[in-house]
């Protein structure tokens, strides 16, 4: 089965704990994503990449941290300097021809203890 | 700068009837236009998308959209809606002279009754 998979479904953060999202596809796709989605502001991007070991801040890149150490993953750490971490995230790929077409994984809903 | 305006924050229809769900768009040159599907906490999906060619553009699950450059509009239509196209709609828009970020926009959510 050709995806987007990330896990966990649901994560928990204590005070001052740094967590990490996982984010792992078998697209063989160029370019991934993280968003952050919270009610009513559609999605806002946190973080891109367009290849491997290279990545870009996004629109609220802060409190955050990205790797793209493999094509295949791009796992995303809320750090204890994201004061509102609590939202759904949303981590997306895509080839960069062909339209640009982005794949969503299911998500992940963090939520502060 | 870039920028998707969804107008409406929520849509209701009768089962049946015609839907629309609309979006304009500012961004420079010949852009990629895009709709998204989201389920309750599930990701997103595309439903279709405009690249270049025939104005008129259809997806999945019976839904078009129609691409009017002079009025930077890309509605989303359906000439019937079904109760199980209940769901959160996003229109999204790529820059394709360079750019690499895709502009979603704040989404509608769209109710059908039964």
């Known amino acids: 089965d050709g995806g987007i998979t990330q896990s966990p479904k649901y994560l928990f953060r204590k005070e001052g704990q740094n967590v990490t999202l996982s984010c792992e596809q078998n697209?063989?796709?160029?370019?991934m994503y993280w968003y952050r989605q919270d009610p009513g502001q559609g999605l806002r991007l946190i973080y891109y990449s367009q290849i491997v070991n290279d990545f870009q801040k996004g629109d609220i890149a802060e409190g955050y941290s990205v790797s793209r150490e493999k094509k295949e993953s791009f796992p995303l750490t809320v750090t204890s300097a994201q004061k509102n971490p609590t939202a759904f995230y949303l981590c997306?790929?895509?080839?960069?021809?062909?339209?640009?077409?982005?794949?969503f994984g299911p998500g992940t809903r963090l939520l502060v203890l | 700068a870039q920028s998707v305006a969804q107008p409406e924050d929520q849509v209701n229809v009768a089962e049946g009837n015609p839907l629309t769900v609309k979006c304009t768009y500012s961004v420079s040159g010949n852009p990629y236009l895009f709709w998204y599907v989201q389920y309750p906490n599930r990701g997103l999906q595309v439903l279709l998308k405009y690249i270049t060619g025939d104005n008129l553009v259809k997806g999945s699950y019976g839904f078009e959209a129609e691409f009017n450059k002079s009025q930077t509009s890309f509605h989303l239509k359906k000439p019937s809606a079904l109760v199980s196209d209940s769901a959160l709609y996003f229109c999204a828009v790529r820059d394709n002279t360079g750019g690499f970020k895709t502009i979603f926009g704040a989404g509608t959510r769209l109710f059908v009754k039964a």
């Open positions: 997306a790929s895509s080839m960069e021809t062909g339209g640009a077409t982005q794949y």
């Open positions: 697209l063989n796709h160029d370019a």
